[in-house]
């Protein structure tokens, strides 16, 4: 008996379990869920979208972070949460399949925004680098500041240009699992290095909260980290490299 919304009283599944690291936890509509609904090791594993007000749903306390402050990550913890065959995503079994092209977009986004971030920290040293004026004349004009300057707009660049790549693949329907995962590697680590160098460029101004790039620091920092830490792409890069 499936109402309007696909929901019914006799639900064919009850999800029991814990995923801890959920963005937007306790604010989302809907929780994409991967539960296991059989012993078949990676083929026993389904995907089902389940609503936030599901019976048996619950959160544990917000993370206490180092940055993206605008974002609530909490543990979503299921207790017996009945969800109907209809919120099934794809067939029973084939949730792995689903979840590792998730993971390929998702990586794909992660790394423009790490690039958007490296060219938002790039943009505030360069600006400070032209205006600072030390021993009468301005910072940029040292060639030791001017050549980090250089590395910098070089690690964005590539950055972009890996992103781009992937994201170029992706459009025309080609495989680009693995260059998804190249981009994620190279922009987070550029953002790091990146967010990093501008707090340098901009000496004990860039330490304090009157710039941006100490935040940008502490954002950076999350990207190395989420949608597979960059020790995981490393061993995916591999994997389509050696087979
Ligand atoms: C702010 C934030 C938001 C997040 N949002 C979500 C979300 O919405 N949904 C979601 O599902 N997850 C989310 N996550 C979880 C995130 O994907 C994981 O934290 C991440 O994948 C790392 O897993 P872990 O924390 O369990 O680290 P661990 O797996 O414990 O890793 C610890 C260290 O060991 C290394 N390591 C582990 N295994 C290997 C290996 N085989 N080879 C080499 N090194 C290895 C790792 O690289 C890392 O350096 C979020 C995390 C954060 C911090």
Redesign the pocket.
């Known amino acids: 008996g499936a109402g309007d919304d696909g929901a019914t009283d006799d639900p064919s599944y009850r999800i029991k379990g814990r995923?801890?690291?959920?963005?937007?936890?306790g604010h989302a509509d809907y929780y994409t869920t991967f539960a296991r609904t059989s012993d078949d090791r990676g083929r026993g594993i389904s995907c089902f979208i389940v609503p936030g007000d599901a019976p048996g749903l619950s959160f544990g306390a917000p993370?206490k972070?180092m940055g993206?402050h605008c974002?609530t990550?909490r543990e979503v913890i299921y207790e017996d949460v009945p969800v109907d065959a209809a919120r099934r995503i794809g067939d029973e079994g084939q949730g792995m399949p689903i979840a590792l092209a998730a993971l390929d977009a998702g990586r794909l986004g992660i790394a423009a925004a790490a690039t958007g971030l490296a060219q938002s920290a790039l943009d505030v040293a360069v600006a400070y680098a032209k205006e600072r004026e030390q021993f009468g004349r301005a910072i940029a004009s040292n060639q030791g500041l001017a050549f980090l300057i250089a590395d910098l707009e070089a690690a964005v660049l590539g950055a972009r240009a890996a992103y781009l790549f992937a994201a170029r693949l992706k459009d025309a329907g080609r495989p680009y699992g693995k260059e998804a995962a190249v981009a994620k590697l190279l922009a987070t680590d550029a953002a790091m290095r990146v967010t990093t160098d501008a707090i340098q460029v901009l000496g004990g101004a860039g330490y304090t909260q009157d710039f941006p790039v100490e935040r940008y620091f502490r954002e950076a920092k999350?990207t190395q980290?989420?949608?597979?830490?960059?020790?995981?792409q490393?061993?995916v890069i591999s994997r389509h490299a050696l087979g």
């Open positions: 995923k801890a690291w959920i963005s937007h936890a993370e972070k993206l974002d990550v999350v980290i989420f949608e597979g830490t960059n020790q995981i490393r061993l």
